[in-house]
Protein backbone atom coordinates (compact mmCIF):
# COMPACT_ATOMS: atom_id res chain seq x y z
CA UNK A 1 0.00 0.00 0.00
CA UNK A 2 1.29 3.59 -1.00
CA UNK A 3 1.39 5.81 2.23
CA UNK A 4 1.54 8.72 0.01
CA UNK A 5 -1.40 7.95 -1.60
CA UNK A 6 -3.23 7.18 1.07
CA UNK A 7 -2.35 10.55 2.68
CA UNK A 8 -2.70 12.46 -0.14
CA UNK A 9 -6.39 10.96 -0.73
CA UNK A 10 -6.61 12.21 2.95
CA UNK A 11 -5.77 15.86 2.82
CA UNK A 12 -7.78 15.90 -0.45
CA UNK A 13 -11.38 15.05 0.93
CA UNK A 14 -10.70 17.39 3.76
CA UNK A 15 -9.79 20.05 2.02
CA UNK A 16 -12.70 19.91 -0.67
CA UNK A 17 -15.18 18.91 2.02
CA UNK A 18 -13.95 22.60 3.15
CA UNK A 19 -14.10 24.14 0.33
CA UNK A 20 -18.30 23.37 0.05
CA UNK A 21 -18.76 24.35 3.81
CA UNK A 22 -16.92 27.77 3.65
CA UNK A 23 -19.26 30.90 3.60
CA UNK A 24 -16.81 33.32 1.83
CA UNK A 25 -15.51 32.79 -1.62
CA UNK A 26 -11.84 33.28 -0.89
CA UNK A 27 -11.68 31.07 1.90
CA UNK A 28 -13.25 28.37 -0.61
CA UNK A 29 -10.29 29.31 -3.26
CA UNK A 30 -7.92 28.46 -0.41
CA UNK A 31 -8.82 25.30 0.24
CA UNK A 32 -9.41 24.26 -3.30
CA UNK A 33 -5.88 25.75 -4.26
CA UNK A 34 -4.99 22.76 -1.68
CA UNK A 35 -7.08 19.98 -2.55
CA UNK A 36 -5.77 20.49 -6.05
CA UNK A 37 -2.13 20.34 -4.56
CA UNK A 38 -2.94 17.12 -2.90
CA UNK A 39 -4.90 15.85 -6.32
CA UNK A 40 -0.77 16.65 -7.64
CA UNK A 41 0.56 14.29 -5.12
CA UNK A 42 -1.56 11.75 -5.57
CA UNK A 43 -1.38 11.42 -9.30
CA UNK A 44 2.69 11.76 -8.73
CA UNK A 45 2.27 8.40 -6.27
CA UNK A 46 0.66 7.50 -9.09
CA UNK A 47 3.43 7.47 -11.56
CA UNK A 48 1.47 10.03 -13.54
CA UNK A 49 4.38 12.89 -13.30
CA UNK A 50 2.87 15.08 -16.24
CA UNK A 51 -0.09 15.34 -15.37
CA UNK A 52 0.93 16.31 -11.93
CA UNK A 53 2.71 19.18 -13.21
CA UNK A 54 -0.56 19.77 -15.23
CA UNK A 55 -2.24 20.42 -12.72
CA UNK A 56 -0.21 22.72 -10.24
CA UNK A 57 0.53 24.76 -13.43
CA UNK A 58 -3.12 25.01 -14.60
CA UNK A 59 -5.42 24.18 -12.57
CA UNK A 60 -3.74 25.77 -9.30
CA UNK A 61 -2.18 28.39 -11.17
CA UNK A 62 -4.22 29.77 -14.04
CA UNK A 63 -7.42 28.38 -13.41
CA UNK A 64 -8.02 29.03 -9.71
CA UNK A 65 -6.03 32.38 -10.12
CA UNK A 66 -9.27 33.33 -12.73
CA UNK A 67 -11.34 32.61 -10.02
CA UNK A 68 -9.34 35.15 -7.10
CA UNK A 69 -9.64 37.83 -10.13
CA UNK A 70 -13.52 37.49 -10.51
CA UNK A 71 -14.26 37.63 -6.42
CA UNK A 72 -12.14 40.55 -6.34
CA UNK A 73 -13.51 42.23 -9.06
CA UNK A 74 -17.00 41.25 -7.86
CA UNK A 75 -15.42 42.50 -4.48
CA UNK A 76 -18.65 42.45 -2.26
CA UNK A 77 -18.26 41.38 1.39
CA UNK A 78 -16.97 37.59 0.48
CA UNK A 79 -13.45 39.52 -0.79
CA UNK A 80 -12.22 40.65 2.88
CA UNK A 81 -10.18 38.15 4.70
CA UNK A 82 -8.73 37.62 7.54
CA UNK A 83 -6.11 36.10 9.56
CA UNK A 84 -8.02 33.03 10.55
CA UNK A 85 -8.75 32.22 7.07
CA UNK A 86 -5.25 31.05 6.47
CA UNK A 87 -4.87 28.68 9.33
CA UNK A 88 -7.03 25.43 8.02
CA UNK A 89 -5.29 25.22 4.64
CA UNK A 90 -2.26 25.89 5.80
CA UNK A 91 -2.41 22.88 8.29
CA UNK A 92 -3.47 21.05 5.17
CA UNK A 93 -0.68 22.20 3.19
CA UNK A 94 1.78 21.68 5.67
CA UNK A 95 0.81 18.21 6.16
CA UNK A 96 1.27 17.76 1.96
CA UNK A 97 4.65 19.62 2.20
CA UNK A 98 5.80 16.94 5.37
CA UNK A 99 4.81 14.35 2.99
CA UNK A 100 6.71 15.68 -0.15
CA UNK A 101 9.66 16.05 2.29
CA UNK A 102 9.31 12.00 3.28
CA UNK A 103 9.24 11.44 -0.44
CA UNK A 104 12.06 13.36 -1.20
CA UNK A 105 14.47 12.54 1.82
CA UNK A 106 13.79 9.31 3.28
CA UNK A 107 12.01 7.23 0.16
CA UNK A 108 12.60 8.50 -2.61
CA UNK A 109 10.85 5.10 -4.28
CA UNK A 110 7.69 6.44 -3.15
CA UNK A 111 7.86 9.47 -5.48
CA UNK A 112 6.99 8.24 -9.49
CA UNK A 113 5.60 5.64 -8.21
CA UNK A 114 7.85 2.89 -10.27
CA UNK A 115 9.78 1.39 -7.51
CA UNK A 116 7.38 -1.52 -4.61
CA UNK A 117 4.24 -1.25 -7.18
CA UNK A 118 6.16 -3.19 -9.92
CA UNK A 119 4.95 -0.79 -13.07
CA UNK A 120 6.82 1.83 -14.36
CA UNK A 121 5.79 5.39 -14.24
CA UNK A 122 4.27 6.65 -17.50
CA UNK A 123 7.04 9.32 -19.13
CA UNK A 124 5.56 12.65 -20.66
CA UNK A 125 7.40 11.42 -23.76
CA UNK A 126 4.55 8.53 -24.25
CA UNK A 127 1.72 11.53 -23.58
CA UNK A 128 2.58 13.61 -26.11
CA UNK A 129 3.22 11.20 -28.70
CA UNK A 130 -0.83 9.81 -28.07
CA UNK A 131 -1.50 13.37 -27.92
CA UNK A 132 -0.23 14.33 -30.39
CA UNK A 133 -0.17 11.22 -32.80
CA UNK A 134 -3.13 8.73 -31.97
CA UNK A 135 -5.48 11.33 -30.77
CA UNK A 136 -4.00 14.69 -33.12
CA UNK A 137 -7.55 14.82 -33.75
CA UNK A 138 -8.83 15.63 -30.31
CA UNK A 139 -6.32 17.95 -29.65
CA UNK A 140 -7.08 19.73 -32.72
CA UNK A 141 -10.82 19.68 -31.33
CA UNK A 142 -9.42 20.97 -28.42
CA UNK A 143 -7.99 23.55 -29.73
CA UNK A 144 -10.99 24.80 -31.44
CA UNK A 145 -12.74 24.85 -27.92
CA UNK A 146 -10.24 27.15 -26.09
CA UNK A 147 -10.80 29.52 -29.46
CA UNK A 148 -14.22 29.69 -28.96
CA UNK A 149 -14.22 29.87 -25.37
CA UNK A 150 -11.70 32.77 -25.73
CA UNK A 151 -14.34 34.76 -28.28
CA UNK A 152 -17.19 33.70 -26.01
CA UNK A 153 -15.82 35.23 -22.71
CA UNK A 154 -14.84 38.33 -24.82
CA UNK A 155 -17.83 38.78 -26.61
CA UNK A 156 -20.02 38.09 -22.90
CA UNK A 157 -17.60 40.71 -20.92
CA UNK A 158 -17.74 43.21 -23.70
CA UNK A 159 -21.31 43.40 -23.19
CA UNK A 160 -21.75 43.62 -19.56
CA UNK A 161 -18.82 46.77 -19.68
CA UNK A 162 -20.73 50.36 -20.92
CA UNK A 163 -21.35 50.15 -24.18
CA UNK A 164 -19.41 51.69 -27.12
CA UNK A 165 -20.98 54.10 -29.12
CA UNK A 166 -21.48 52.52 -32.94
CA UNK A 167 -21.29 55.57 -34.82
CA UNK A 168 -18.11 56.52 -33.33
CA UNK A 169 -15.94 53.63 -35.09
CA UNK A 170 -17.84 53.01 -37.91
CA UNK A 171 -19.62 50.58 -36.79
CA UNK A 172 -17.27 47.42 -36.44
CA UNK A 173 -19.27 45.39 -34.49
CA UNK B 1 0.16 -0.47 -8.35
CA UNK B 2 -1.58 -2.80 -5.59
CA UNK B 3 -5.22 -3.40 -5.65
CA UNK B 4 -5.15 -1.30 -2.75
CA UNK B 5 -3.88 1.46 -4.13
CA UNK B 6 -6.34 1.30 -7.31
CA UNK B 7 -9.30 1.19 -4.92
CA UNK B 8 -7.93 3.99 -2.22
CA UNK B 9 -7.68 6.10 -5.54
CA UNK B 10 -11.41 5.23 -7.61
CA UNK B 11 -12.92 6.21 -4.39
CA UNK B 12 -10.91 9.37 -3.76
CA UNK B 13 -12.36 10.11 -7.47
CA UNK B 14 -15.73 9.41 -6.35
CA UNK B 15 -16.04 10.99 -3.00
CA UNK B 16 -14.53 14.11 -4.61
CA UNK B 17 -17.23 14.06 -7.18
CA UNK B 18 -20.02 13.26 -5.17
CA UNK B 19 -18.97 16.21 -2.70
CA UNK B 20 -18.54 18.33 -5.83
CA UNK B 21 -22.36 17.25 -6.79
CA UNK B 22 -23.40 17.76 -3.39
CA UNK B 23 -22.21 21.30 -3.40
CA UNK B 24 -23.96 22.19 -6.25
CA UNK B 25 -27.20 21.07 -5.54
CA UNK B 26 -26.67 22.86 -2.15
CA UNK B 27 -24.55 26.22 -2.59
CA UNK B 28 -26.80 28.40 -4.22
CA UNK B 29 -24.04 31.43 -5.03
CA UNK B 30 -23.11 31.25 -8.77
CA UNK B 31 -19.19 31.71 -7.57
CA UNK B 32 -19.56 28.20 -5.49
CA UNK B 33 -21.70 26.32 -7.75
CA UNK B 34 -18.90 27.05 -10.84
CA UNK B 35 -16.15 25.77 -8.14
CA UNK B 36 -18.24 22.48 -7.93
CA UNK B 37 -18.58 22.03 -11.42
CA UNK B 38 -14.56 22.43 -11.11
CA UNK B 39 -14.26 19.68 -8.32
CA UNK B 40 -16.31 17.44 -10.07
CA UNK B 41 -14.34 17.82 -13.44
CA UNK B 42 -11.04 17.64 -11.82
CA UNK B 43 -12.68 13.95 -9.80
CA UNK B 44 -13.50 12.87 -13.19
CA UNK B 45 -9.91 13.41 -14.74
CA UNK B 46 -8.60 12.20 -11.58
CA UNK B 47 -10.32 8.63 -12.41
CA UNK B 48 -9.04 8.58 -16.05
CA UNK B 49 -5.32 9.03 -14.20
CA UNK B 50 -6.10 6.34 -12.26
CA UNK B 51 -7.67 4.22 -15.32
CA UNK B 52 -3.73 5.32 -17.51
CA UNK B 53 -1.62 3.96 -14.62
CA UNK B 54 -3.57 1.15 -13.95
CA UNK B 55 -2.97 -0.34 -17.03
CA UNK B 56 0.41 1.46 -17.98
CA UNK B 57 -0.66 3.64 -20.76
CA UNK B 58 -0.43 7.21 -21.36
CA UNK B 59 -4.10 7.20 -22.42
CA UNK B 60 -5.20 8.30 -19.53
CA UNK B 61 -3.03 11.76 -19.13
CA UNK B 62 -4.01 12.43 -22.79
CA UNK B 63 -7.44 12.56 -21.62
CA UNK B 64 -6.67 14.61 -18.51
CA UNK B 65 -5.02 17.01 -20.75
CA UNK B 66 -8.36 17.15 -22.99
CA UNK B 67 -10.15 17.71 -19.68
CA UNK B 68 -7.90 20.37 -18.35
CA UNK B 69 -8.77 22.43 -21.96
CA UNK B 70 -12.71 21.96 -21.30
CA UNK B 71 -12.14 23.51 -17.93
CA UNK B 72 -10.51 26.12 -18.81
CA UNK B 73 -12.78 27.07 -21.24
CA UNK B 74 -15.80 26.74 -19.22
CA UNK B 75 -14.10 28.40 -16.36
CA UNK B 76 -13.62 31.25 -18.49
CA UNK B 77 -16.98 31.63 -20.57
CA UNK B 78 -18.68 31.02 -16.71
CA UNK B 79 -16.63 33.73 -15.15
CA UNK B 80 -17.82 36.12 -17.67
CA UNK B 81 -21.11 35.48 -17.62
CA UNK B 82 -20.92 35.54 -13.42
CA UNK B 83 -19.13 38.96 -14.04
CA UNK B 84 -21.89 40.40 -16.72
CA UNK B 85 -24.53 39.42 -14.34
CA UNK B 86 -23.14 40.67 -11.60
CA UNK B 87 -22.60 44.05 -13.46
CA UNK B 88 -25.89 44.07 -14.70
CA UNK B 89 -28.13 47.20 -13.22
CA UNK B 90 -31.03 45.66 -14.51
CA UNK B 91 -30.79 42.81 -12.93
CA UNK B 92 -29.83 43.41 -9.03
CA UNK B 93 -28.37 40.22 -8.12
CA UNK B 94 -27.89 40.14 -4.22
CA UNK B 95 -24.51 37.76 -3.33
CA UNK B 96 -25.01 36.20 -6.81
CA UNK B 97 -27.65 34.15 -5.32
CA UNK B 98 -28.94 31.49 -8.46
CA UNK B 99 -32.66 31.85 -6.98
CA UNK B 100 -33.04 35.20 -6.97
CA UNK B 101 -32.16 35.37 -10.28
CA UNK B 102 -34.62 32.92 -11.28
CA UNK B 103 -37.14 34.63 -9.15
CA UNK B 104 -35.93 38.18 -10.83
CA UNK B 105 -35.18 37.59 -14.09
CA UNK B 106 -38.78 36.41 -15.01
Keep these: MNAMLAVAALVAVASTLAVVAQRRAVHALLYLIVSFFALAVAMLALGAAFAAALEVVVYAGAILVLFVFVVMMIGSKSSATGAKGWIGPSILALALLGELGYALLLDPSGLGGAAGTGQSATSPKDVGLALLGTYAIGAEIAAFLLLSGLVGAFRIARRSGPRPDPSADGGEA | ?106
Design chain 2, 1 to 106: MSALDLEIALALAGILFVIGLAGMIARRNLVFMLLCAEIMLNAAGFAFIVAGARWGRPEGQAMFIFLLATAAAEVAVGLALILALSASPSLRLKDLDADEMRSGGA
